[in-house]
């Protein structure tokens, strides 16, 4: 159980999934009327991240810090997984999917596990077997977090999307170091070094397909957020072409996040699909 007051322990897992559960904003206004002859919360320590990438809040103990985040442990279609050749089967039936990204307006956030990159409006798009996604924030783990023939590229972006029910895709990017990526000097520029729940706008538009490889062919899977509360029914596209970063931008994202990864789950029977 937690002693967490019912204010504190909302506060934490808003504060732990921003961007993916839309209206926690407004349940933390609601009950923080509701507390208006109490004291006021010591809202920055609250909301402070119990989970991290190492010691007593590693991965390997996720599943014992909250009672929200059993999944972590008892899961049976967790991610990220090592993609190996002989677990993934064409199917002819399936289509790369759509991308349909436009520049738009996006804001920074240091949310303490990585940089999470909000984006405005719900113009952008990825569509998967006829049914459409919407993007809702992105943001980026080192080393990669899905391993391919059991090796890691050095960075992995997840672009995270929703539907209006809920269901979640997450279309993830492997990157290699290489060739400067120019677009992502607008957010590298402006990357907010210290933990904090206020958001960075960018200046402009930021072109998202700038950060897509050319091939869309892809590896899919059922899986699950790689973070606490590690819910499961995502929809995975792994793209199979990484891009290219130069060392310096994948350095810059280092300094702030050594790592960020969790390792890779049992894949338990699961299968992998590709297009045909
Ligand atoms: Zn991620």
């Given at each position: 159980?937690s002693?967490l007051k019912?204010?504190s322990?909302?506060?934490?897992v808003?504060?732990?999934v921003?961007?993916l559960l839309?209206?926690c904003?407004e ?8 507390e ?7 809202a920055?320590?609250?909301a402070k991240?119990?989970?991290s ?6 991965p390997e103990?996720w599943?014992e810090l909250?009672?929200d ?6 899961g ?14 064409k199917d002819?039936h399936?289509?790369?999917v ?5 520049p738009s307006e996006?804001?920074l956030?240091?949310?303490g ?5 909000n ?6 798009h ?5 049914k ?5 924030q992105?943001h980026?783990h080192?080393p990669?977090e899905?391993?391919?023939?059991g090796?890691?590229?050095?960075m992995?972006?997840?672009f ?8 979640i ?7 290699n ?7 992502l000097n607008k957010?590298w520029s ?5 933990e904090?729940?206020e958001?960075v706008?960018?200046?402009?538009k930021f072109?998202l397909?700038a950060l897509l490889?050319g091939?869309l062919h892809?590896?899919?899977y059922?899986?699950?957020?790689t973070?606490?509360p590690c819910?499961?029914g ?8 990484p891009?290219?970063w130069?060392e310096a931008?994948i350095g810059?994202f280092r ?10 789950q049992p894949?338990?029977g699961?299968?992998?699909e590709?297009?045909?």
């Open positions: 159980m002693l019912p204010y322990r909302l506060l934490l808003c504060g732990l921003t961007g839309a209206g904003a349940k933390e206004q609601a009950l923080q009327n509701t208006k002859s109490s004291p006021a919360p010591a920055p320590a609250a991240a119990h989970w990438y190492e010691g007593d809040t590693s103990h599943g909250e009672e985040f059993e999944t972590c442990e008892l049976k279609e967790q991610s990220p997984i090592d993609i190996e050749a002989p677990d993934v089967k002819s399936l289509s790369p759509e991308v349909d990204y436009s996006v804001s956030v240091n949310n596990h990585t940089i999470q990159v984006v405005s409006g719900e113009n952008n990825i569509v998967l077997e006829g459409s996604y919407t993007l809702k992105f980026f080192l990669s899905h391993e391919v023939g090796k890691h590229n050095e992995e972006l997840h995270v999307h929703k539907t209006a029910d809920g269901e895709a997450v279309l993830g990017i492997l990157i170091g290489g060739a400067e990526n120019a677009e957010l402006q990357l907010p070094r210290e904090s729940e958001a706008a960018i200046d402009g072109d397909k490889p091939d892809s590896y899919r059922h899986g699950s957020l973070t606490p819910t499961e995502v929809q995975w596209i792994v793209l199979q072409q891009v290219e130069s931008q810059a300094t702030l996040f050594p790592h960020d990864n969790r390792p890779v894949l338990e699961r299968t992998l590709t297009e045909g």
